[in-house]
């Protein structure tokens, strides 16, 4: 059915149509009455047979959706999606204003309205971008200035959507630009039939700038054949040629944005914005003084500033104080340390985020592996998903030279990783590479962008490094998602959240038998199932490490599985082999801060107490970010007896998180050993109130009730203990200790032997722990080491 070429005065759904208003390839506008809101819309009526059936039109509506979540002040909202009579249309707000087209023909416009214009349509790109979503047909057109001068951006995605389904391949150039762009307007990438991304509309926003500055566009051939042609290979002319008064800073950022290769143009929306702000931003004008009377006073400034401006110059050269040796000399700084931001999705597909996650997940560690240079860890990096700071900023707070930024999208079996690499302390460029493979050779990939990334900031790979990073093999991409979905929810550290991730790791563990990262994703879910008291101890214990040691049989440099397999062992009391295992994952991956981490706790366990303060404070430098690392640098210094720094490390923890229940239940115990009676109390409660790991924190409450002389209170809380025993499992090892505090030695020992039948992951920690100091001597706490395998001791941790 053909559309009405004039449909004024007709209904279409509850839109009562007004006017005409344009026209263009994506279909017809009308201004329309909202007769249930009673507000005037734009009602965009489709092409007809654009969608070509109803399977289209249920795809179309799920993207009109996700636009419609849309909420920036630069874009026309999108409001409605709906069919009538074979008619599709979509209503959206709305705009009061002319479009930029119309503006441009009527009147020159002045290079401080163009940055102002050109900022606004960079944060709209900079919003929608970050949401995975491209224009792919920005042009004047589809841009509206309203009469306040606010710019808003029409029909975003929508190019995409409407030729989704176009197969026809005897289609003209003419049509197929009609249909999934605008010529004069579109990228080179595109023109080429190749895979455009957000950087396409880069270049479209440049072609924008372009006609708004000098008032042509870039190739203004008008035979649509040879116009592609100037696009893919023919510079554009110098808009200072066209324009003779235009300042050169906006040149430059025209040009840069029309470059031929999509890395060599801005690699973020936000890097336009911040150079047309830059260059827009007004300088203070001095005040006027006689000529003479300047020119003496120049004289005596330029004479003493030269003094000291040599001096100064001097010094700071000397001591290289930041960095100047290396900039005077024409050298880039060193780059030792080096963040990655989380990738954004660009999948188009929200559901696809767990990719992005993986993808930027595997490129920290592959980036780990390079012992020179520290690689921010993942908890860390992943705090600045979808953050509005600077790149400079984040690299403060991190405390790294260098950012590395990018996207990842996904099309069926191919993957496409664009990355720039950032200087944090002048927001500079050094590095820009796209990479498009399939997904089979997803770790090569990840591998070749750490050796790009290595080789831009100059580190030197020693052999053992570089046969690391080289050492991938095809994976089955089936079982590669699967994995990631595992990673993307484990990493959600709850019940429920692990639960999925075992179920994930199990179905690409079915798909690919021989997949060893999903075994050790396996093994690290049972370890924490067991910490959750959602398995029994001796269950969790036995999965765990037959997950651990399936991984390392068929990959024995896979870091992860070492980890985990050293931690299970340490928890479950089987000491053999442990620091081994630790000390070997370390080693594959030196950046690894999980296996510090884990590392420091155990040396902390076995009374090595400044080897583990060295170790959890290098976990706390390649994962400054980590709660529970921040943590356990307060539990580290509370084994060792340092309870005063304990106590502020802890509340340092608690600033990152007012909410993180770990921090809350190690400070209580630490007010305990200080005395602090009703502080740790308090704490403890605190800490109960936000965790559902109850059992623990109860047994811990009723300790420190026993220690303040609140005996009743604390019987209270062993009877509810006893009382919720006899329904589901609850550590004996927490109801030993409310009768360590109670002190009842008999009942004490009689939980703790069952604990040690059970193999209580607590009990690992029982040689150094300061609530049992009071039972060292005692012969059945001695025999009770020797059964556990841990040597005698007559007090705490030592040096």
């Known amino acids: ?417 664009t990355a720039q690499l950032i200087q944090a302390e002048n927001d500079k460029n050094l590095w820009a590479q796209s990479y498009d493979r399939d997904l089979r050779d997803v770790l090569a990939l990840q591998s070749e962008v750490a050796q790009s990334i290595a080789h831009a900031i100059q580190i030197t790979l020693t052999p053992q490094e570089q046969a690391r990073l080289e050492d991938t093999r095809p994976v089955n991409p089936e079982a590669h998602e699967a994995y990631l979905k595992g990673r993307y929810y484990w990493n959600k550290r709850t019940p429920e959240g692990v639960q999925k991730g075992l179920e994930y790791f199990q179905q690409a563990i079915h798909t690919d038998p021989a997949y060893a990262p999903a075994y050790a994703g396996l093994a690290d879910c049972y370890d924490l199932l067991g910490t959750y008291r959602v398995l029994p101890p001796k269950e969790a214990l036995q999965k765990a490490k037959t997950a651990a040691i399936r991984a390392l049989e068929l990959d024995d440099k896979l870091a992860e599985a070492h980890a985990s397999l050293a931690a299970i062992k340490f928890l479950y009391l089987e000491w053999d082999g442990v620091e081994k295992e630790f000390q070997r994952a370390i080693e594959v991956d030196p950046g690894y801060a999980t296996a510090h981490h884990w590392y420091a706790l155990f040396l902390a366990a076995t009374a090595r107490n400044q080897e583990a303060l060295a170790e959890i404070k290098l976990a706390q430098r390649l994962d400054p970010l980590s709660l529970i690392i921040n943590a356990n640098v307060g539990w580290c210094l509370y084994l060792g007896r340092d309870y005063d720094q304990a106590i502020e490390q802890l509340q340092k923890a608690l600033e990152l998180d007012p909410n993180f229940p770990a921090a809350y239940e190690y400070l209580g115990q630490a007010y305990l050993e200080k005395g602090m009676y009703e502080e740790a109390i308090a704490t403890l409660r605190k800490a109960m109130s936000l965790s559902r790991n109850e059992a623990s924190l109860k047994s811990e409450l009723g300790n420190a009730y026993a220690a303040a002389g609140k005996k009743e209170a604390a019987i209270q809380i062993l009877h509810d203990l006893l009382v919720q025993s006899s329904r589901t499992y609850v550590s004996p090892y927490d109801i030993a200790f409310v009768y360590a505090g109670l002190g009842d030695k008999d009942k004490l020992f009689q939980w703790l032997n069952k604990a040690a039948e059970d193999r209580s992951t607590a009990l690992a920690e029982i040689k150094v722990h300061p609530r049992f100091d009071k039972l060292r001597k005692d012969p059945r706490f001695q025999d009770l080491l020797r059964r556990l395998g841990l040597p005698e001791t007559d007090g705490g941790p030592q040096s």
Request: net charge positive; aromatic share 6%.
């Open 1 to 417: 059915m053909s559309v009405p070429s004039h449909l004024a005065g007709q209904k279409l759904g509850h839109y009562r149509i007004l006017a005409q208003i344009g026209a263009g390839g994506m279909g017809v506008v009308y201004r329309a009455r909202d007769e249930r809101l009673y507000r005037d819309v734009a009602l965009k009526v489709l092409p007809p047979r654009a969608l070509a059936d109803e399977n289209a039109r249920k795809r179309f509506r799920k993207e009109a959706l996700n636009l419609s979540k849309l909420s920036d002040p630069n874009i026309a909202h999108v409001y409605d999606f709906d069919t009538q009579n074979g008619i599709d249309f979509l209503v959206m707000e709305y705009v009061d204003g002319v479009t930029l087209a119309e503006k441009i023909a009527k009147v020159a416009l002045h290079e401080n309205e163009v940055l102002s214009l050109g900022e606004q349509i960079a944060r709209a790109l900079e919003d929608v971008h970050e949401r995975g979503i491209v224009h792919r047909d920005l042009k004047p057109g589809n841009i509206m200035v309203t009469t306040k001068g606010q710019v808003k951006l029409l029909d975003f995605g929508l190019a995409r959507l409407l030729t989704a389904n176009e197969t026809d391949a005897t289609e003209s150039i003419t049509e197929m630009h009609q249909a999934a762009g605008t010529l004069p307007y579109m990228a080179p990438e595109q023109l080429l039939g190749a895979w455009s991304d957000f950087r396409s509309d880069i270049y479209a926003a440049g072609a924008v700038l372009y006609e708004m500055a000098t008032g042509h566009r870039p190739f203004e051939t008008k035979l649509s054949t040879a116009l592609a042609d100037e696009i893919i290979h023919g510079p554009p002319a110098s808009p200072r040629q066209v324009k003779p008064d235009l300042s050169t800073g906006l040149e430059y950022i025209i040009l840069k944005c029309l470059e031929k290769e999509p890395g060599n143009r801005y690699q973020s929306a936000r890097d336009l914005d911040v150079d047309l702000r830059r260059l827009r931003t007004p300088t203070t004008a001095p005040v006027a003084m006689p000529a003479a009377r300047a020119r003496t006073r120049l004289r005596r400034i330029v004479t003493a500033t030269g003094i000291i401006v040599v001096s100064v110059l001097a010094l700071l050269f000397g001591l290289n104080v930041g960095r100047w040796r290396e900039r005077g000399l024409g050298r880039r700084p060193s780059i030792h340390s080096i963040a990655v931001l989380p990738l954004v999705n660009f999948s188009l597909d929200p559901e696809q985020e767990y990719f992005a996650d993986g993808m930027t997940e595997e490129l920290i560690s592959d980036l780990a592996k390079i012992r020179a240079l520290r690689v921010i860890s993942r908890t860390s990096a992943m705090q600045y998903k979808k953050a509005h700071k600077s790149l400079p900023k984040i690299a403060e707070e991190l405390n790294v030279d260098a950012v590395v930024e990018g996207t990842v999208a996904r099309s069926g079996h191919r993957v496409r990783i």
